[in-house]
């Protein structure tokens, strides 16, 4: 079987490497906010072209520690969209703020500009005053930003970049990222920047909102033992962060494999019942996850299935269908209809830079036979 994840051969194609470098994390001594946290903040800010970044437990806990910095809390509202991991909506009930879900552009998934215009010019009634806005790019590739960073500033709020699933995507020549107020970056195993835990960091080019945020990850220290600011812990481990470091400068290899195993996939779809992935003329991909949409998907996955093929459903509920949140979060005038549409349909293919040539020969052929 073919999975549609395999962080293991990520490790095992770089192991002489994250050896090393887990190896020196551990012969320092220093295992918290050390010497490899700071440099894979620097490097990671270089990378992306920002003055800072903060390393963090996760990124669920970047966007609660940009909310906090932010001051956004009870009583104060969040647009953001229904067809996202939960983590998103999660981050900020988590600051006691409340959300408020929109739709999606059934063509890229990702938060359908026009109803943010209409919530941000007409909010919903009995709904908090929304204080900000969370754009989450989806799959590898940009929200449509443009409209909505005009719309955020318009009303006076801040955009939140939520690039969980976009290291290395740009949108108009720029990287995902670095285009709203501040961004969260999740580092989970299976993402494109992965680590070999839990991890995530933030960025900003506002210098007195990151100190805010790097003082709130750590008990709201701005010198030790004492709490400035009220804070929480979540910190970015010495051990992690040096398998980061090492990461980091391979992404762009990674990346482009990705985009070859797409480019594969799509030739091989070209005579089918199915279609690619729409691709924004704009911006570049990085695929962090091959999503195709079909409305007998579930007999399609068992089809594959049988063809040694893993896939997966990215998301098969929606967060509001979810029981924790049914009937107690705030929806957009749309009601998410294409979101609930989506869930029924979409399905991820493998795609990851240690898969095979022979392994995407292997998801081709099925593709093309189950679907000819």
Known sequence: MIPLADPGAAYRAQRDLLDDAMGR????????????????????????????????????????????????????????????????????????????????????????PDELIAVLEDPPPGLPPIRAVIAVHLYGQACDLEPMLAACETAGIPLIEDCAQCHGATLGGYKLGTLGHAAAFSLYPTKNLGALGDAGILATRDEALADRIAAIRQYGWKSRYISDLVGVNSRLDELQAAVLRVRLPLLAGGNARRNEVADAYDAALADTTLSPPTRRQDATHVFHQYVIRSPDRDALMARLKEHGVGTGIHYPVPVHLQPAYLDRVALGPAGCAETEAAAREILSLPVYPELTDEQVARVCQALREVAG
């Open 25 to 112: 994390a551990l012969d320092s001594g220093w295992y918290i906010l050390g010497g490899e946290g700071a440099a894979f903040e620097q490097e990671f800010a270089a990378w992306l072209g920002l003055p800072r970044a903060i390393g963090c437990a996760n990124g669920t806990d970047a966007l609660m520690l940009i909310l906090r910095g932010m001051g956004i809390g009870p009583g104060m509202a969040v647009a953001t969209v229904s067809h996202t991991a939960v983590a998103t909506v999660a981050a900020i009930e988590m600051v006691g703020a409340t959300p408020l879900l929109l739709d999606i552009d059934p063509d890229t998934y990702t938060m359908d």
